[in-house]
């Protein structure tokens, strides 16, 4: 099957390529590399440097005929979202409508979009947040990963959307994807100090990235999920304080935490997806155990 990702060199994008490039798929990437790597690049995929929003991208799908979209690239960083919305938007909004429009222009059989489970959801009413919570979204990046989720109800392309819990694990950028762990893990490997916001009791619900891609390429292959929404993600819920000293005690550090007065209003106190939807549709569910995957997580900063 010929399958376009976009973003395919960034965090999850790249772990997407390496799963469908060993299932045996003919895969093609477009990323514009601006905060995905060359170094996550599959050599055995073929990797367009291009932006999702460039007249270029058409001559890719009349190129390849693709089969399948797995759609990632996005403007990932929340705080960046709410000191420029307009340049979330452009990227989030404007290049995800260029896809659609070519996805439906060359007849593409199905796409699947990686959309946000906390930032859609916003500030929880209950938890855990199935898919039919409601949608309140408290930064622009929650908006404009929405919108598209409308505009894509709207188009007639066959799709999925996929709502991303707190994904985390090698290759994420601890600088502008603002996971917990890899923020911590990072600072802690370079002898930083790490800052929890307010008490560190906000909780988070963590899903290793292979549990990711692989509940991503399960949708994909199911004939009955034309239009679903489905949240992927952890129900094992845990605080940022929790976290902070689980990478303290792996990492054998003594670096002291250092808490900060001011909590992000953009950022939801607590995240707890229901993934029961995932379960039943799909028979997914997270393998990967929190200290397999904090393990895995830490060797690879290690290393990097």
């Known amino acids: 099957m010929k399958i376009l990702v976009t973003g395919g060199a960034g965090f999850i994008g790249s772990h997407v390529v ?38 270029f991208v058409e001559g890719i799908f009349k190129k390849e005929k693709f089969d399948v979209i797995v759609h990632h690239a996005a403007q990932i960083n929340v705080r960046k979202s709410i000191l ?8 989030n909004i404007l290049g995800s409508l260029n896809i659609i429009a070519l996805s439906k222009k060359y007849n593409i059989k199905k796409m699947l979009y990686a959309s946000s489970g906390g930032a859609c959801y916003g500030e929880p009413v209950y938890l855990p947040c199935d898919e039919k919570h409601p949608v309140n979204p408290i930064c622009p990046y929650g908006v404009s990963k929405y919108a598209v989720e409308l505009y894509l109800n709207q188009s007639g392309v066959k799709h999925c959307i996929l709502r991303y819990g707190n994904v985390y694990g090698p290759r994420q950028d601890p600088l502008g994807e603002a996971g917990v762990i890899a923020m911590f893990t990072n600072k802690i490997m370079k002898n930083k100090i790490p800052v929890v916001f307010g008490d560190g009791k906000q909780t988070r619900s963590l899903c290793f990235v292979t549990d990711t891609v692989e509940g991503l390429k399960m949708l994909m292959f199911n004939d009955n999920t034309k239009g679903e929404v489905v949240n992927i993600g952890s129900s094992e819920e845990h605080s940022v304080l929790e976290f902070a000293e689980i990478v303290k005690k792996m990492t054998e550090s003594n670096s002291e935490i250092v808490f900060s007065e001011k909590l992000p209003e953009d950022d939801p106190i607590k995240r707890k997806p229901d993934i029961t939807k995932a379960k039943k549709l799909l028979g997914w569910e997270p393998k990967v155990s929190l200290s397999v995957g904090l393990t895995k997580t830490i ?6």
């Open 18 to 55: 390496d799963l469908l490039i060993k299932k045996g798929h003919d895969i093609s990437i477009i990323d514009n590399l601006s905060t995905g790597k060359k170094e996550n690049l599959n050599k055995d995929a073929k990797f367009y440097k291009a932006d999702i929003k460039s007249k």
């Open 84 to 91: 420029d919305p307009v340049f979330d938007a452009e990227n």
């Open 299 to 304: 060797d690879y900063f290690k290393q990097a």
